[in-house]
């Protein structure tokens, strides 16, 4: 079936640090791929998606490439703060059929940034 | 502006009560989902509904029921049947296509006392 493997947390870096959460997957078919952010007590916020092989997302300095060939979509930023601490979660959804899909996700890493 | 509201955001539950978790969106999304989170176990699911009056179990449906009356509202009943309900519950929706991914409210934390 199809599923989705990330990295164990957490993962602690110190503020202005290259981040890379590894994230890959394995699906039949040809999914839209998703990282989701959870600060603490609250519900999940989409960070970014890619939807083709190649496509690259972006949005507040992080990024993923949606790798068909090694099935991967790492999430990646330059600089990280200390606001960027939270729980990453990787996603991917096909269709079921109707008006749903089903987002199949990692088990999350933490990422705790010190100043 | 449109979105996910859960309600409320803490709740707490005496052991052999049920109680009821409200999900509202204004989103017109066709699809609605509960998900539960546990430390380090990542997101399950629960129920999921893709059309009004229409819902399907998930991969933990044991001890929990919906109702899906009205296309902006799933509410989630966790019944004295569930073992172990506490946690952080998470409704969300989408609408369509693969390619939309979900909005997720801000989810109720559980405990029991």
């Known amino acids: 079936g199809n599923s989705v493997t990330q990295m164990e947390g957490p993962v602690t870096l110190s503020e202005e640090a290259f981040l890379t959460i590894n994230c890959t997957y394995t699906?039949?078919?040809?999914?839209?791929l998703f990282w989701y952010v959870q600060y603490p007590g609250e519900g999940l916020q989409l960070l970014l998606k890619a939807t083709k092989a190649d496509d690259k997302g972006s949005n507040k300095g992080f990024e993923a490439t949606y790798r068909k060939e090694t099935t991967s979509f790492h999430l990646e930023k330059g600089s990280v703060q200390v606001s960027d601490s939270a729980v990453y979660f990787c996603?991917?959804?096909?269709?079921?059929?109707?008006?749903?899909?089903?987002?199949?996700f990692g088990t999350g890493t933490l990422l705790a940034v010190q100043p | 502006d449109g979105g996910i509201t859960q309600s409320p955001k803490y709740l707490f539950r005496k052991e052999g009560q049920n109680v009821t978790l409200s999900c509202e969106q204004n989103?017109?999304?066709?699809?609605m989902y509960w998900y539960r989170q546990d430390p380090g176990q990542g997101l399950r699911l629960i129920y999921y509904s893709q059309i009004v009056n229409d819902f399907q179990k998930g991969d933990i449906a044991e001890g929990y029921s919906v109702s899906r009356e009205k296309k902006e509202s799933f509410p989630l009943t966790v019944t004295s049947a569930q073992k172990n309900p506490t946690a952080f519950y998470l409704c969300?929706?989408?609408?369509?296509?693969?390619?939309?991914?979900?909005?997720f409210g801000s989810g109720t934390r559980l405990t029991v006392v």
């Open positions: 989103l017109n999304h066709d699809a």
């Open positions: 699906a039949t078919g040809y999914p839209s």
């Open positions: 969300a929706s989408n609408q369509g296509s693969k390619k939309n991914g979900y909005t």
């Open positions: 996603a991917l959804s096909e269709d079921y059929g109707g008006a749903t899909n089903k987002l199949i």
